[in-house]
């Protein structure tokens, strides 16, 4: 089986899809603000057929996770899509995408729709006229959305509304990191690449943004001064801000201690990861960790 990882040191923050279909979701999840239907990993989708195009009675999101194809629409929009794209399927609005040829195709889709979402459109966040979005990045994305389903179900009232609030957080990250990052012109592709060296924990610890800037072909200086005109934060800000954000999902899955979790992170100690932790989040590592646990 192939399988798709994102490595953390000790394996602590870590997507595990094979090659085969699964669900995510076992059940519909229904609140006040909206409702998701249906989540999952799909392998190796038949492509629907432009001539023949779709229509759906709810939203639907596309991650592509491995695969080069097509979108189009009864709109006019036609493009080429592949990994890290995100397509937006609207109620109503005929459709069609899939591989082309005999490529693979592996995708992670959500099924969703309620008022949040129809505000959402209302107010141009999402909309028909922009169905693709050009994020990057895959493995982050698909961690992101599977975190959504991260506690195990309860049957609580309040598990569907944290359950679609998560979903809503990452969507909102999707459509801010498409529009700050990627609507730039075909010279600033670099940046891609940038984000994920510093967001990944390679073979032998944390790229420096030094060492990013020589990968992507660029000076130092030069390369900062584009990363901070682009995302509003140095390369250190961001791979420091990364960082700390996989520390949040480590202390939440609690197999970890917090040595372990600095070590792997690469902060020199516990001190100085619980100091910056505090000044990220407000609230130290251990009353975190105290926290999420109802402690």
Not at 33 to 41: D, M, N
Not at 76 to 93: A, E, M, R, S, Y
Not at 271 to 290: D, L, Q
Request: some cysteine; hydrophobic content about 40%; overall charge positive.
């Amino acid at each position: 089986d192939l399988t798709c990882k994102l490595h953390v040191k000790n394996r602590f923050v870590s997507i595990v899809l094979k090659n085969r279909s699964e669900s995510w979701l076992q059940n519909p999840l229904r609140s006040v603000i909206g409702e998701l239907e249906l989540a999952g990993f799909l392998c190796d989708a038949p492509a629907i057929d432009p001539e023949n195009m779709r229509i759906s009675i709810r939203y639907t999101l596309v991650l592509i996770v491995e695969g080069h194809g097509y979108f189009k629409d009864k709109l006019g929009t036609n493009v080429k899509v592949g990994p890290g794209d995100v397509i937006l399927v609207f109620p109503g609005i005929a459709h069609a995408y899939g591989p082309q040829d005999a490529t693979k195709w592996k995708q992670v889709y959500f099924v969703f729709d309620g008022p949040q979402f129809q505000l959402w459109r209302g107010q141009g966040l999402i909309s028909p006229e922009h169905p693709v979005l050009r994020l990057g990045a895959v493995l982050y994305w698909m961690q992101r959305l599977q975190d959504v389903f991260k506690t195990e179900s309860s049957g609580k009232p309040g598990e569907a509304l944290r359950a679609i609030g998560r979903f809503l957080n990452v969507l909102a990250d999707m459509i801010a990191e498409e529009s700050d990052f990627y609507k730039q012109s075909v010279n600033d592709i670099w940046l891609e690449k940038s984000l994920r060296l510093l967001g990944s924990h390679g073979p032998t610890g944390w790229i420096t943004p030094q060492e990013a800037a020589i990968k992507v072909g660029l000076n130092y200086e030069n390369f900062r001064k584009r990363f901070v005109r682009l995302t509003h934060e140095s390369p250190g800000r961001y791979q420091k801000r990364t960082r700390l954000e996989w520390a949040c999902s480590a202390i939440y899955q609690g197999d970890y201690s917090l040595k372990q979790i600095a070590d792997a992170l690469g902060f020199c100690d516990v001190f100085h990861f619980s100091k910056a932790f505090k000044h990220e989040h407000g609230i130290t590592p251990s009353s975190y960790r105290r926290k999420i646990r109802g402690l």
